[in-house]
């Protein structure tokens, strides 16, 4: 951290003159660009006492290593050196925009020689005239899609173009009349250009003038018995009238305006432009600025008219520009603006009437787009940072919890047990590090956990017992332990210290280790663990904790009914208010970790369900099985077969057939068919081919679970 005295520049050294002035780290890398009336004036506010300046300000002052000016001649000059600047060093302490989509716009490419309408994004062309932004390009889309039945305009692309000039045919929208193909010659690149420029005007909201001469038109073709001409008229004028439907009315006919709302906290600012040409919305966008500097409403505002007419020209630029507040000074910024148009541009704050009512629609807009910026919180990472602070808070942690792993079991009324682990590290999903647990039951048990009842509690000591012992064994085998220490693993239940995708047993403590010697799978222990319930499975997975003597870990658990959180040993839960980020984040924790069980349960489920007996013949991949019931045609066929037969298919030695000829036998055939109606027992109705195997299918496939049990999965 540098201190500002070490590069504070001498008083006189700084002109009392408009500028620029740029600070630079001790990398060189400008970090912040700024303009001032007077550059003597702004520079000695950011050379002041430590303790008096704001907080980002302090920041920005103490990363710099330096500062350097350029001197300009007027306020105007610095407005655009400033723009320049910006755009071209991204200084890290300036107003940042977030979420700035490349909003699409309709353009018409009016510097070639036969216009197109295309949907364009990113930066603008020279001669190609714009229309919008929109929200989607579907919406340019329904509108050219109206308009080209009066404008048939070229829409096709360089290629199409020149193939339907080389063949003489054009293509589809010419035969139905939505272009009027000036590839083949059916008019010459003058009657296309002025189509063009017919387009353009009414996109530019000249519609009224436009109307009317088609209706002029329309009659004149009446009274001279031109009927069918009359009639493609008016369908003409209807559909014009339909696309103008899709821009409503809000401001009088000749009104060209751009309207802009800034809605702010402390920490970011939602900018929302409204875009009204001839009267009606044509186009709206919204941005979101991480406020980086001590900014105030008048100063985004600036900023927000450099990031929109900074690269533009013409009538681009509209005649007026309503905004919530005004620069200071706002002079510059008027006269910039009007340089930029050609011819003035009014600056101003509605105050009264249909332009304020507007106003407080657009303000709405950017209240609203706000609100939504704040609900995506994992991109986030000053409300990521107040999430964990306020989980560390609340659970009396020591620091906050940068790594947490969540829990969940999964079943089916007791079947296919299984258990899921998610984890967040700062706040964000890691899911390489995500696992999957095969519920296995107590050691010594005879009897599956399913075959107990629903035993959520159990399942869950286990799975923690099963993580924590692979935890320790990483630590044992990286040396983390001291010589002689022993790894103080008890004897708690839990199986095999699997964790494997697919629920194998985890082998040897020298195979949870890379190639390179990378620590695998389960070497990084979380900060806090959270598991899927209530007092119950808080113990549980503390208990599991206790037995392997593991202290440093924290647990809690966030039960479903009313969202409280439960710490081990306390009688009363936890109570997060309901806008706290920290109850936030443990929800889409807890959230994540149940998607992820349930997927796991069902995939399993489908799987055990179209098991066939084949599936049990060690050595037979999916392409041999699939090439026997091709051969035989069913699996009661293949049972009858003899090995010399089964050797008879592609693929099959004479030791697999009679590995495959001992596992049918061994196997009960499936029981026969009942004609539900008559109560008829169907003897010769043959066993169906296995079905292809949830393994194949890239989602969960249905089980032919009654939709009631479905409803019973936890």
Request: with cysteine; aromatic share 6%.
């Amino acid at each position: 951290m540098a201190d500002p005295s070490s590069y504070r520049p001498k008083p006189g050294d700084v002109p009392d003159s408009p500028g620029v002035y740029r600070f630079r780290d001790e990398y060189r890398r400008v970090i912040y660009v700024g303009k001032a009336k007077s550059l003597r004036q702004r520079l000695a506010n950011y050379f002041q006492d430590l303790a008096n300046l704001h907080p980002r300000t302090r920041s920005m002052v103490t990363t710099a290593a330096s500062v350097e000016w350029t001197v300009v001649s007027t306020e105007v000059e610095a407005l655009q050196l400033e723009y320049s600047w910006i755009k071209e060093y991204d200084p890290r302490f300036n107003v940042k925009y977030r979420d700035d989509k490349s909003y699409p716009y309709l353009a018409v490419t009016m510097n070639e020689e036969f216009p197109r309408v295309q949907v364009m994004r990113g930066h603008k062309k020279k001669g190609v005239r714009y229309f919008g932004p929109y929200g989607h390009a579907w919406a340019i889309r329904d509108t050219v899609d109206l308009l080209l039945r009066v404008f048939p305009v070229r829409t096709c692309s360089a290629g199409v173009f020149k193939n339907a000039a080389r063949t003489g045919r054009p293509c589809l929208l010419g035969y139905i009349g939505k272009c009027s193909a000036p590839c083949v010659g059916r008019v010459s690149a003058e009657e296309h250009r002025e189509l063009a420029e017919d387009f353009s005007d009414f996109m530019a909201g000249r519609t009224g003038t436009y109307l009317r001469r088609l209706e002029k038109q329309m009659t004149e073709a009446a009274e001279e018995m031109e009927y069918e001409r009359a009639a493609r008229l008016r369908d003409d004028i209807e559909a014009l009238k339909k696309a103008m439907e899709k821009n409503a009315v809000v401001l009088a006919d000749a009104t060209d305006a751009d309207l802009i709302a800034v809605a702010e906290d402390e920490l970011e600012a939602a900018v929302q432009i409204f875009h009204v040409r001839g009267g009606r919305v044509r186009g709206q966008r919204g941005w979101v600025t991480d406020k980086v500097e001590d900014v105030t409403t008048g100063a985004l505002v600036e900023h927000a008219l450099q990031q929109l007419y900074g690269e533009e020209s013409g009538d681009a630029v509209p005649k007026e520009v309503l905004v919530p507040a005004l620069p200071d000074p706002v002079e510059p910024v008027q006269e910039w603006l009007a340089e930029r148009r050609g011819s003035n541009v009014s600056l101003r704050i509605p105050q009264r009437g249909d332009k304020k009512a507007l106003m407080e629609t657009v303000q709405r807009n950017a209240q609203q787009g706000l609100v939504l910026h704040k609900t995506k919180r994992a991109s986030d990472l000053t409300t990521r940072s107040r999430a964990l602070e306020e989980i560390a808070e609340a659970l009396d942690l020591d620091s906050a919890p940068l790594r947490i792993e969540c829990y969940d079991i999964s079943h089916l009324q007791g079947d296919d047990v299984v258990a899921s682990m998610v984890v967040f590290e700062d706040g964000l999903q890691r899911k390489s590090e995500y696992r999957r647990f095969q519920i296995k039951g107590r050691a010594g048990d005879t009897q599956l956990w399913h075959g107990e009842g629903q035993d959520d509690v159990r399942s869950m000591h286990e799975v923690i017992t099963r993580r924590f012992r692979r935890y320790l064994a990483e630590k044992e085998k990286t040396g983390e332990w001291a010589d002689g220490e022993d790894v103080p693993v008890n004897g708690s239940p839990g199986g095999s210290l699997d964790g494997s995708l697919d629920g194998s047993p985890g082998g040897p403590v020298g195979a949870l280790t890379e190639d390179d010697g990378r620590p695998k799978r389960f070497a990084y222990p979380p900060q806090l663990v959270v598991v899927d319930g209530g007092q119950p499975q808080v113990a549980a997975a503390q208990r599991a904790l206790d037995e392997l003597g593991i202290d440093d870990i924290a647990v809690c658990g966030l039960a479903k009914r009313l969202e409280e959180v439960w710490l081990p040993g306390d009688d009363d839960p936890v109570v997060l208010p309901r806008s706290s980020e920290g109850l936030y984040l443990l929800q889409r924790v807890r959230d994540e970790a149940h998607r992820f069980a349930i997927t796991y349960q069902r995939t399993r489920r489908a799987k055990r369900f179209r098991a066939g007996p084949l599936d049990d013949v060690p050595g037979l991949g999916e392409t041999r099985k699939q090439a026997l019931i091709k051969h035989f045609g069913s699996v009661k066929r293949l049972r009858s077969a003899t090995i010399d037969q089964i050797c008879g298919v592609p693929g099959i030695g004479r030791k697999t057939a009679e590995t495959i000829a001992a596992a049918l036998a061994q196997a009960a055939p499936a029981a026969p068919a009942v004609n539900t109606a008559t109560g008829e027992i169907m003897e010769d109705v043959e066993e169906a081919p296995p079905a292809t195997t949830a393994d194949d299918a890239e989602t969960p496939v249905s089980t032919g679970v009654p939709d009631d049990r479905r409803g019973q999965e936890t």
